[in-house]
């Protein structure tokens, strides 16, 4: 059987945040019973069929015809979707992503959570050309560096239709520092839960803290304590609607060590209580 017709699924039993690489595949629709996480910039093209993910508290819909792309390492697991027909999965390794150079603010919406699509479904016949194309070349040593090219091409295409000219800057981190921006994303993703500092996480890759601090706020735009409460909460919104365990318990599992302290960073970032989300947010799965 060729590979471009090959139907993949979500493995249950993956290890959490474990690598897929660079990958081009068909895959099946399928609910999933937990969600996935990953370290690479995934994109979607359904050419027939909805997927509609939940991600944290929103549930998102990818209509057919048009690209999506996200960053895997934010929680996405499939609630729902319409139609058998199977869709395109395409894994970008993150620090690949950070070297192509692409326009920041495009960078920062996507590394800061946001599911981004394309304006409209004009490209729908080209995108699919290239998907198949890519499953067929991706592992052929002679042609990954034209599908590599045709990416890399093609996210600054969308790049272009989602921001104005003038945000239509590089990114400005520097080669050198991807591969310590990627640990660092890593060991947040591993550690949220725990009492880190901005001086464990400087130990951990080998970097001085206030460095790891100024690489990590160029492709992030946040601090690193900014970004461990937002990786935090973000675990507690999705706790708070999928569960019914009382407030103090997913305080304390979400790596908040007082219930004050996580009722007032939930607030800041959400502008309402815990309380008063999850009671304001869609029923339990």
């Avoid at 471009?4 to 895959?27: M, Q, V």
């Avoid at 880190?196 to 706020?217: C, Q, R």
């Avoid at 305080?251 to 989300?277: Q, Y």
Wanted: proline share 5%; charged share 25%.
């Amino acid at each position: 059987m060729k590979k471009s017709e090959i139907l993949n699924t979500f493995d249950e039993s993956r290890d959490k945040i474990k690598p897929y690489g660079l990958t081009c595949e068909l895959w099946s629709p399928n609910l999933m019973s937990k969600p996935d996480r990953h370290n690479e910039i995934e994109l979607n093209f359904s050419p027939e069929g909805t997927i509609t993910y939940l991600f944290q508290e929103d549930k998102i819909t990818v209509p057919p015809k048009k690209l999506a792309i996200f960053w895997g390492l934010l929680p996405h697991q499939i609630v729902h979707f319409e139609g058998n027909s199977p869709y395109y999965v395409c894994t970008i390794p993150f620090s690949l992503f950070l070297e192509w150079g692409l326009p920041a603010s495009f960078v920062d919406r996507v590394l800061n959570g946001e599911i981004l699509l394309e304006e409209s479904e004009d490209s729908s016949l080209y995108d699919e050309f290239l998907f198949r194309n890519w499953i067929k070349d991706i592992d052929n040593d002679d042609a990954v560096e034209v599908v590599l090219l045709e990416m890399h091409a093609r996210l600054s295409r969308l790049a272009i239709s989602n921001l104005s000219p003038k945000q239509n800057k590089k990114c400005l981190i520097q080669s050198n520092e991807i591969s310590y921006v990627e640990k660092i994303a890593i060991y947040i993703a591993k550690n949220h839960s725990n009492p880190i500092k901005v001086s464990d996480i400087g130990e951990a890759i080998g970097l001085h803290p206030d460095y790891a601090n100024t690489i990590f706020k160029k492709a992030f735009g946040s601090t690193l304590c900014e970004y461990i409460n937002k990786e935090r909460i973000a675990h507690a919104q999705r706790k708070l609607i999928t569960t019914d365990a009382k407030i103090t318990t997913i305080a304390l599992e979400c790596g908040f060590n007082s219930i004050s302290w996580f009722n007032a960073t939930f607030k800041k970032i959400n502008d309402c209580t815990p309380r008063e989300f999850r009671k304001n947010n869609s029923p339990k799965l």
